[in-house]
């Protein structure tokens, strides 16, 4: 620990709302996914979803980034409201996310895959006709984000060749195209050894710098290193939320989910 890890920050101003859910139902033919969920998501933290399976993390996910419409209730993104958008309409006020499964293009090149996510608000993707290399003048972008997500020297290799943690690593790069002031990443260590999430932790501290990132992770250990704040779901419904050090110790925590590793 350092001298300044040891120290109490300044209290500054409160923080604001980024993202936020609203009595959230959603029901599939009798079915209730999720059971009136409040969230808030506060601007420039990393806040993590956890729960067991079929908690409802996923449709949350689904529900926040607009690939489902709620049955009842409403998500505001800075105060706006979203949930009745498109996703890619949700996209450009702000909000993008990754997928648990890879949704990379596997026959084109890592940076061939930024460059069509970059080009996607432009007006490229409806010419149906036009090469890829019109997009190179967004090469520079392209160059800056695979940097910054650690995949500069594999830019020249096929999606397809990646292992499964350099995949991650470039859909957060395609997550980033779009400038998102709030990043969901659904399960991003999902499969992965000890040496790619120690990757997949560093990567997500560096896009965390100034936005939100939102988080569904089973990994405890990674909750732990990350997230600010956790939300716990349980049978669709929010049981807690909080500190990870106070919700850890919640005894409806510890029977839900957590068990013996809560008291690790």
Do not use: C
Request: aromatic fraction near 4%; charge should be negative.
């Amino acid at each position: 620990m350092t001298v300044a890890d040891a120290v109490s920050p300044t209290p500054g101003p409160p923080l604001s709302t980024a993202l936020e859910a609203r009595r959230l139902v959603k029901d599939f033919r009798g079915f209730r996914a999720t059971n009136e969920v409040d969230l808030q998501i506060r601007e420039g933290e990393i806040h993590a979803i956890i729960g067991p399976n079929g908690a409802g993390k996923t449709t949350l996910f689904n529900l926040l980034s607009g690939f489902l419409r709620p049955t009842s209730g409403e998500v505001l993104l800075f105060g706006e409201r979203i949930d009745t958008l498109a996703p890619h309409a949700i996209v450009r006020r702000g909000l993008s996310r990754s997928f648990q499964i890879s949704s990379v293009f596997p026959t084109m090149t890592v940076r061939e895959n930024v460059l069509v996510a970059l080009g996607s608000p432009t007006p490229l993707p409806g010419q149906f006709w036009t090469p890829l290399s019109r997009l190179e003048a967004l090469g520079p972008r392209a160059d800056e984000i695979l940097d910054r997500v650690g995949l500069g020297a594999a830019h020249a290799r096929l999606a397809a060749d990646l292992s499964h943690g350099e995949k991650r690593q470039l859909e957060i790069g395609i997550s980033l195209t779009q400038e998102p002031r709030v990043l969901l990443l659904d399960e991003p260590t999902s499969g992965m050894g000890s040496e790619g999430i120690a990757r997949v932790i560093a990567l997500v501290r560096e896009v965390a710098r100034g936005r939100t990132v939102v988080l569904v992770e089973h990994n405890m250990s990674v909750v732990a290193e990350l997230a600010d704040r956790i939300t716990v779901l349980q049978y669709g419904q929010v049981i807690a939320s909080g500190r990870y050090d106070d919700v850890r110790r919640d005894p409806r925590v510890i029977e839900a989910y957590l068990g013996e590793e809560a008291h690790a």
